[in-house]
């Protein structure tokens, strides 16, 4: 079979049933029959692989899963309700108290949440360092850190991180390399090249594409997804059979939406840059990001997201948002409609200012998903918002 990403997305999918169907059936049901009490106890002892409970495996999340494995490179999965299931679970299965985490600052907020309120619960410290400020990464690590843990593309930044110098360090002090991939797609990026141990992805966003379901996966090494199954199947945020056939489906589209989200967000970002309300753009296939080698490195293409300051701050920001007239105002992002939002007053209004511009979120700074629409529309709604 053809090895290329869009034959393997479109075509990697379940065993067809005595009915020979074309496109894969839902599996709406919570629990599998056994044969014989032989087979509910060979199942239960995992001496044979099947399904159980979809709580522990369904056929829609397992063939979900299988395509995102094949995209990565990775040799297991899991697959979660959400995004945010999928970065604790894989905390909490391979973390234990007096483990030590090293992350880049600039991650999304619920993740810094989990660094700064959740996990020193249970004596789980973590230590950040400035994505700009990598070469001390390996001043950070100690005896007892376990994992090193980054985005990229950041959120809502769009700061990008070598992945293959990161990949080497976690290498050199074995540590457990995982990297939050969201942004940019198993089309775009597949960390698993650059070294990474564990990718995780939040469903919701691209690999949907277009806000209809939730959904998280992490994939990986064998032996840390045992440990990550282990925990998700006894404590239960499994992604719902439905959900999983809404997602796998998606991403037999994946690589069409993605090359037109790409273009569109590179012409958004080119005439963002030459606007005169607008301080910086940020967006990763732009000569003038300051990772800009980096990102032709790693990635095939830029990725969805734009960031962005409007001058004048934090008011400007909000009269930004009040002007636009076309594009959505949503938290969501990767849809195929444009969303923007003004971190600073909403997605991460809660964080302490100090923190806010440790990771350049700064009181003007505007995140924008770049949808599907034609882009001189989309460009037409951010310069009359840009102008009100």
Same mark, same amino acid.
């Given at each position: 079979?053809?090895?290329?990403?869009?034959?393997?997305?479109?075509?990697?999918?379940?065993?067809?049933?005595?009915?020979?169907?074309?496109?894969?059936?839902?599996?709406?049901?919570?629990?599998?029959?056994?044969?014989?009490?032989?087979?509910?106890?060979?199942?239960?002892?995992?001496?044979?692989?099947?399904?159980?409970?979809?709580?522990?495996?369904?056929?829609?999340?397992?063939?979900?899963?299988?395509?995102?494995?094949?995209?990565?490179?990775?040799?297991?999965?899991?697959?979660?309700?959400?995004?945010? =299931? =999928?970065?604790?679970?894989?905390?909490?299965?391979?973390?234990?108290?007096?483990?030590?985490? %090293?992350?880049?600052?600039?991650?999304?907020?619920?993740?810094? =949440?989990?660094?700064?309120?959740?996990?020193?619960?249970?004596?789980?410290?973590?230590?950040?360092?400035?994505?700009?400020?990598?070469?001390?990464?390996?001043?950070?690590?100690?005896?007892?850190?376990?994992?090193?843990?980054?985005?990229?593309?950041?959120?809502?930044?769009?700061? %990008?991180?070598?992945?293959?110098?990161?990949?080497?360090?976690?290498?050199?002090?074995?540590?457990?390399?995982?990297?939050?991939?969201?942004?940019?797609?198993?089309?775009?990026?597949?960390?698993?090249?650059?070294?990474?141990?564990?990718?995780?992805?939040?469903?919701?966003?691209?690999?949907?594409?277009?806000?209809?379901?939730?959904?998280?996966?992490?994939?990986?090494?064998?032996?840390?997804?045992?440990?990550?199954?282990?925990?998700?199947?006894?404590?239960?945020?499994?992604?719902?059979?439905?959900?999983?056939?809404?997602?796998?489906?998606?991403?037999?589209?994946?690589?069409?939406?993605?090359?037109?989200?790409?273009?569109?967000?590179?012409?958004? =970002?080119?005439?963002?840059?030459?606007?005169?309300?607008?301080?910086?753009?940020?967006?990763?296939?732009?000569?003038?990001?300051?990772?800009?080698?980096?990102?032709?490195?790693?990635?095939?293409?830029?990725?969805?997201?734009?960031?962005?300051?409007?001058?004048?701050?934090?008011?400007?920001?909000?009269?930004?948002?009040?002007?636009?007239?076309?594009?959505?105002?949503?938290?969501?992002?990767?849809?195929?409609?444009?969303?923007?939002?003004?971190?600073?007053?909403?997605?991460?209004?809660?964080?302490?200012?100090?923190?806010?511009?440790?990771?350049?979120?700064?009181?003007?700074?505007?995140?924008?998903?770049?949808?599907?629409?034609?882009?001189?529309?989309?460009?037409?709604?951010?310069?009359?918002?840009?102008?009100?």
């Amino acid at each position: 079979m053809s090895k290329h990403f869009e034959t393997e997305a479109i075509r990697t999918q379940l065993n067809r049933s005595e009915f020979l169907e074309h496109s894969v059936p839902l599996y709406l049901t919570s629990s599998f029959v056994f044969e014989d009490a032989e087979d509910m106890r060979a199942s239960f002892t995992e001496e044979k692989e099947r399904n159980i409970y979809s709580r522990f495996t369904n056929p829609n999340t397992s063939e979900f899963v299988d395509k995102i494995c094949k995209m990565e490179g990775a040799e297991s999965g899991y697959a979660f309700a959400t995004g945010m =299931a =999928a970065v604790f679970s894989t905390f909490a299965a391979l973390l234990n108290s007096g483990d030590h985490v %090293v992350s880049a600052r600039s991650v999304f907020g619920s993740t810094h =949440a989990l660094f700064t309120k959740f996990l020193p619960k249970w004596n789980i410290e973590t230590s950040y360092f400035k994505v700009d400020e990598v070469d001390q990464v390996e001043s950070l690590i100690k005896p007892e850190t376990k994992i090193l843990y980054v985005e990229s593309p950041t959120n809502p930044g769009c700061d %990008v991180l070598d992945l293959e110098h990161l990949g080497n360090l976690a290498k050199k002090h074995t540590l457990i390399f995982v990297v939050d991939n969201c942004f940019a797609t198993p089309y775009l990026q597949q960390p698993i090249k650059f070294g990474a141990d564990i990718v995780i992805h939040s469903a919701t966003k691209m690999i949907d594409g277009q806000g209809r379901v939730l959904g998280g996966v992490s994939v990986g090494r064998a032996d840390l997804i045992r440990e990550i199954y282990l925990f998700a199947r006894n404590t239960g945020p499994a992604m719902s059979p439905f959900n999983a056939w809404v997602l796998s489906k998606s991403l037999e589209t994946l690589h069409v939406r993605a090359d037109r989200h790409c273009e569109n967000a590179l012409k958004v =970002a080119e005439f963002l840059e030459g606007h005169d309300k607008v301080n910086l753009v940020k967006y990763p296939f732009l000569k003038s990001h300051p990772q800009y080698e980096v990102a032709k490195k790693q990635m095939r293409h830029g990725g969805n997201i734009v960031a962005f300051k409007v001058k004048g701050g934090i008011d400007a920001g909000r009269k930004f948002l009040n002007a636009i007239k076309m594009c959505s105002l949503s938290a969501n992002l990767g849809d195929t409609r444009t969303i923007v939002t003004h971190p600073a007053s909403t997605t991460h209004s809660k964080l302490a200012e100090e923190d806010r511009l440790e990771v350049g979120i700064t009181d003007g700074l505007v995140r924008c998903s770049v949808g599907l629409e034609h882009v001189e529309d989309v460009i037409a709604d951010l310069d009359q918002a840009l102008n009100a």
